[in-house]
């Protein structure tokens, strides 16, 4: 079992920054590709970003391109997500996921999932 702990959430003034971070147990975080989800009040949980398990081949919402990174560092066991330009439209709590096998958007293919964290941007 693959357990994900994100951190990083909170407060932000629309037009900041901020770094989500995602830490992975175990040994096997390198197999696995690593994605972003985020779901806001009433809303489906959508897609964000992902990233494969070498780090060489990412996907983004088109809502987000051009503002976030998803990056890894497999020596550290953790993914994150640089989040940059911020809009209120952004605001939501965000999930960190991982699959053994796939890079892509849809949350029903991914097994492991963090608790979550959340992000709040004022405008």
């Known amino acids: 079992q693959v357990q994900l702990v994100e951190s990083g959430g909170g407060l932000v003034q629309a037009g900041g920054s901020l770094r989500l971070s995602c830490a992975v147990s175990g040994r096997t975080f390198s197999t696995y590709t690593m994605a972003w989800f985020r779901q806001a009040p009433g809303k489906e949980r959508e897609f964000v970003a992902a990233?494969?398990?070498?780090?060489?081949?990412?996907n983004y919402a088109d809502s987000v391109k051009g503002r976030f990174t998803i990056s890894r560092d497999n020596a550290k066991n953790t993914a994150y997500l640089q989040m940059n330009s911020l809009k209120s439209e952004d605001t939501a709590v965000y999930y960190c996921a991982a699959n053994r096998f796939f890079l892509r958007p849809q949350a029903d293919l991914y097994d492991y999932w963090g608790q979550g964290t959340q992000v709040t941007v004022s405008s």
């Open positions: 990233i494969s398990a070498s780090g060489g081949s990412t």
